[in-house]
Nanobody
């Protein structure tokens, strides 16, 4: 079992960059697929990115492909979301999630453990 905790959210101007971090307590972090999702007010939770347990496989949602990058440092039990060229439509609460499985998925129900979320705001 792991407990993810997100950090690094905030307010950033359109076109700017921000990096979110997610540190997970618990053993065997390196065995989990890690993912990022986001949810804007009144909208469903949206897949952003996922990374395989060893960091070798990454997977992105269409709306962030080419702008965001996911990475992980298993020695630090941490996964990162590097966000570039931010847009107002990126405004949302960003959630980190852990999945005990063999390959990254893009559906919320595939993930077993969730963090409380961190707010990212990009004013228009």
């Amino acid at each position: 079992q792991v407990q993810p905790i997100e950090s690094g959210g905030g307010l950033v101007q359109a076109g700017g960059s921000l990096t979110l971090s997610c540190t997970a307590s618990g053993r065997m972090f390196s065995r989990y697929v890690m993912g990022w999702f986001r949810q804007a007010p009144g909208k469903e939770r949206e897949f952003v990115a996922a990374v395989g347990s060893n960091g070798g496989t990454t997977f992105y949602g269409d709306s962030v492909k080419g702008r965001f990058a996911i990475s992980r440092d298993n020695a630090k039990n941490t996964v990162y979301l590097h966000m570039n060229r931010l847009k107002p439509e990126d405004t949302a609460v960003y959630y980190c999630a852990a999945d005990w499985t063999s390959s990254p998925g893009n559906l919320p129900h595939q993930y077993d453990y969730w963090g409380p979320g961190t707010q990212v705001t990009v004013p228009s």
